[in-house]
């Protein structure tokens, strides 16, 4: 019998992929007539424009800036997790090897160390879509070379599990405080200063992916130091 809670989780995240999918198309273009007619308002002011008024322009011309960073965002974050899923059954380290390649230059750049925990249990099997599982390992080191001081080390562990792979990231990070961590998840949401990089879709992108496997994703973080990514994968294909 298929899983109706699937089914409908399923259902739902298709829903908001096109709902994500036409706010960037539709907004996109009305971010880039603000923007023009911003600068086409300042050209025409030129020097007659007094101070407040440049000020608001400024303010506009800004906002506009925002937006179509956010909605170019959008796109990146939906390109990444929407689109039909090619399951099939991956030893995980194949995976894992091929998202740290996928980095290595950036990993290279910043003098981190991307390590895989000897612990590790050698041959788990999981049953995913390869590009995907790729995909959220790349945003998972990308986030915390972003963050961490260097040299950063990113540490990853897994473990064979009843019905799957309990899997952790661990990095060498400042850390950060909330009340809710899940929040971190959350489209657009970022918890550095300002002026860092980051657009708050990597995450977001994270957990979309596990959604879209069935499962779910957990963090935990320490101001003192350090970030813990937390999530299982199936290790067999669903029944019905």
Same mark, same amino acid.
């Given at each position: ?11 739902? /995240? ?9 706010? $960037?198309?539709?907004?996109?273009? $009305?971010?880039?007539? !603000? ?14 424009? #007094? ?7 400024? *303010? ?7 937006? &179509?960073?956010?909605?170019?965002? @959008? ?9 039909? @899923? ?6 995980? =380290?194949? /995976?894992? #090897? +091929? ?7 950036? *990993? ?21 879509? =390869? ?8 945003? @998972? ?6 963050? %961490? ?6 540490? !990853? ?9 309990? *899997?952790?990231?661990? #990095?060498?990070?400042? +850390?950060?405080?909330? &009340? ?14 300002? +002026? &860092?990089?980051?657009? +708050? ?7 979309? /992916? ?28 669903? %029944?019905?």
């Amino acid at each position: 019998m298929p899983d109706n809670r699937n089914t409908s989780r399923s259902t739902s /995240i298709e829903f908001s992929e096109r709902i994500a999918g036409a706010i $960037s198309h539709d907004f996109r273009s $009305s971010a880039r007539q !603000i923007k023009s007619f911003t600068q086409l308002l300042e050209a025409h002011l030129g020097d007659d424009a #007094d101070a407040e008024t440049e000020e608001y322009l400024a *303010v506009l011309g800004s906002a506009a800036n925002v937006l &179509q960073a956010k909605l170019e965002a @959008l796109d990146r974050f939906s390109a990444k997790s929407a689109g039909r @899923l090619k399951l099939k059954e991956w030893d995980l =380290r194949h /995976i894992v #090897d +091929g998202a740290t390649v996928s980095i290595a230059n950036e *990993v290279e750049a910043a003098g981190a160390v991307v390590d895989i925990d000897s612990s590790s249990d050698a041959g788990a099997k999981v049953f995913v879509d =390869r590009e995907r599982l790729i995909i959220l390992f790349v945003e @998972l080191f990308r986030n915390s070379l972003q963050f %961490c001081q260097k040299p950063a080390r990113i540490t !990853i562990r897994w473990t064979n599990v009843e019905h799957g792979v309990l *899997v952790r990231v661990t #990095d060498s990070g400042p +850390g950060f405080q909330a &009340q809710d961590y899940d929040k971190a998840f959350d489209l657009f949401r970022t918890f550095h200063l300002e +002026g &860092q990089p980051g657009a +708050g879709t990597g995450l977001a992108a994270v957990r979309r /992916i596990l959604e879209r496997h069935g499962t779910s994703v957990t963090i935990q973080s320490d101001p003192a130091g350090g970030t813990v990514v937390q999530f299982t994968i199936r290790e067999v294909a669903p %029944c019905g």
